[in-house]
């Protein structure tokens, strides 16, 4: 794609791929260390996006400020428009998140928009967990989920909403 720039950061959860247009974050996953050996293509929103991770991870910085972009259906929009609404520190359930969006019954839907966020832990999918409190539902794995989590009820200076066994 014209345009498009690519980036990586090293953190303490692996490699992590940040994808941009000119003036928007476009993706940020979690890959496999065997990308670390593809040529970077970085523009200014992709180093400013690498200098406010490594704030996050830390402890520095709990929220974000980078011009973001995703595509996705109006409900997907909506979804994560809601996830970015999840303070710091704190949790929600998919329950909850498809009651924030007017109807319980989508609590399935919800689950599958936040499953197709491609702007990880900025907008912050991982906050979402199951009703009971259970850590459930992270692309990145449920390792890394529970680590951003327990990272941020570290830097907080409060509990995290749900008892997550941390």
């Known amino acids: 794609m014209e345009n ?8 303490p959860l ?10 928007s974050i476009t993706s940020v996953l979690f890959v496999f260390d065997q990308y670390k050996n593809i040529a970077e293509n ?12 490594s704030e996050y991870f830390s402890g520095e910085r709990k929220s974000f400020d980078l011009n973001i972009h995703q595509e996705g259906t ?12 999840i303070p710091y520190g704190k949790t929600i359930s998919y ?9 319980k019954k989508t609590i399935r839907a919800v689950g599958g ?29 449920m390792w890394r989920k529970k680590w ?12 995290i909403q749900m008892e997550l066994g941390l």
Not at 74 to 85: I, K, S
Not at 95 to 103: F, S
Not at 113 to 138: E, F, K, Q, T
């Open 113 to 141: 928009a936040n499953g197709r966020n491609l702007i990880s832990i900025i907008v912050p999918c991982h906050r979402v967990i199951g009703s009971d409190g259970s850590l459930i539902g992270y692309a990145g794995g």
């Open 148 to 159: 951003l989590l327990g990272h941020e009820k570290q830097f907080s200076g409060q509990e």
């Open 14 to 23: 692996g490699l992590i791929e940040i994808k941009a247009n000119k003036d």
């Open 42 to 53: 970085t523009n200014g929103i992709i180093n400013q996006c690498k200098k406010q991770l």
């Open 4 to 11: 498009e720039y690519l980036g990586f950061l090293k953190c």
């Open 95 to 103: 329950n909850h998140l498809a009651e924030a969006l007017g109807d």
């Open 74 to 85: 109006p409900f997907q929009m909506r979804v994560w428009n809601e996830l970015l609404e």
